[in-house]
């Protein structure tokens, strides 16, 4: 909220924190900038005028306010399901501003799920990602900001999102995110996430077969990739980038790049780009021991690629499945 031109925080009457001001039946603080906002269209799902909000809760106190986009504003402070009747069917746009008790929006746990359309603002509240819009079919993100994710899960946030195809430019893949895109078969956005603080990837792009754009991930901390780009039936990217030195020894990724696309040029490249080989030896930290498919791909006999593919198998024990030399 603003005074003028200067911004206030921590607004108190006295000593008595306030947690909301409103100029009639517009609420003015928090602003915008804090609230999770979406937009949801009434005659997809099974065309009732009705919407169902059921978050996940988080033990203790529960208290939101939903904005319902028709002048209708409710109070929560218990952990149930939430059920709005429009009088007239349409879009409408809702407005959460929470003080206390949501760890998950939740709209895979609505039986009104395919009715929302978009998200507009992701707001400060911290929350897990984990399973959040799977199976949704109608919806795309539309928000500048980016989501607070707290309790270090990703896992099928996208899952079986068939239709979504937003851009995830710099989207926040946290703790645990195997399956996030799973299955989402016309995903061909964005897709340079910050992974930053991502441990667990696998099946994480599985199936999005229309996706073929380039890549680049912090992927320092990721310790198994296993299945991650299996079965992207149109991926021809370079994976040069992905940092091995988090993977633990011995580790299996059988299906890396089954039924890909991944062509000879990019296997030959990455071969030396994923260990750093300088002629001798690679300069990068690699696990031994790793099983792993790069689908049907085929080194280069007598270049490069082959000395790096031959040091992975014959010093480090590497067992690799590819489509042999050339």
Known sequence: MKIGNTDITNVKIGTTAVSKVFIGADQVYPNTDSEFIFTIDTSLGDGLSEFEFNPIHLAGSIDYVIDWGDSYTQNITSNTSTTHNYNIGGIYTITISVNSGIKNWAFYNSVDKQKLISINNWGTHPVSLKLTFSGLLNFQLSALDLPNVLYGNNSSTFRDCTNFNSSLENFPFVGRCDLVLYNCVNFNSNLNVDASSCYSMILAFFNIDSFNNPINFDSSLVQDMASLF?????????????????????????????????????????????????????????????????????????????????????????????????
Request: proline letters at 4%; one cysteine or more.
């Open 230 to 326: 299996y079965a992207c039936n149109n991926f021809n990217q370079s994976i040069g980038f992905l940092d091995l030195s988090s993977i633990p020894n011995g580790n299996n990724f059988q299906q890396f790049l089954v039924f890909t696309p991944y062509d000879n040029f990019n296997y030959q490249n990455d071969l030396v780009e994923l260990i750093g080989w300088n002629g001798l030896i690679p300069t990068k930290t690699i696990p031994t021991n790793v099983i792993i498919r790069f689908g049907t791909a085929k080194y280069e006999i007598g270049g490069q690629s082959e000395d790096a593919r031959n040091y992975l198998i014959n010093t480090l024990g590497w067992t690799i499945t590819d489509g042999g030399g050339i």
